[in-house]
């Protein structure tokens, strides 16, 4: 089995971040105030990146709109912020098809709503070939 460690580092403080904000305000909280803290941890880790990005959306290679994503880390890596009491495998396949509708390779899956942090990494496996 070959680990793919694309952005792994990058990742990796993101999620540290992430257990940091979880171990200081625990559950409960909707899921902007869990993003407004996020955004202090990065900061103070001197992670690079956006918040409440509008990213292009394309499909087959065609610009078809744009919505925003909750981070864009180091203009390469999407994090996805949720606050339920579980995550499901529709939010899997909403990262997964986020990382093809905005032409990204890694994504992060981060849910604030369960006793402990439940966090996802997303790799991209493939470029799929458009006409």
Known sequence: MILDNRHG???EV????AMEVHRTLGTGFQEV???RSLAVEME???VVFGREIEMPLFYKGVDVGSRRVD???GNSVLVE???LHELTPTHYAQ???YLEAYQLEVGLLINFGERSLRFK???KSQQKNNP
């Not at 993101?14 to 971040?17: E, N, S």
């Open 9 to 11: 580092k990058l990742t």
């Open 14 to 17: 993101v999620i540290g971040c």
């Open 33 to 35: 105030i869990y993003q």
């Open 44 to 46: 103070k880790a001197g």
């Open 71 to 73: 981070f864009l880390v």
């Open 81 to 83: 912020l949720k606050a």
């Open 95 to 97: 990262i997964i098809n």
């Open 121 to 123: 990494r997303f790799i």
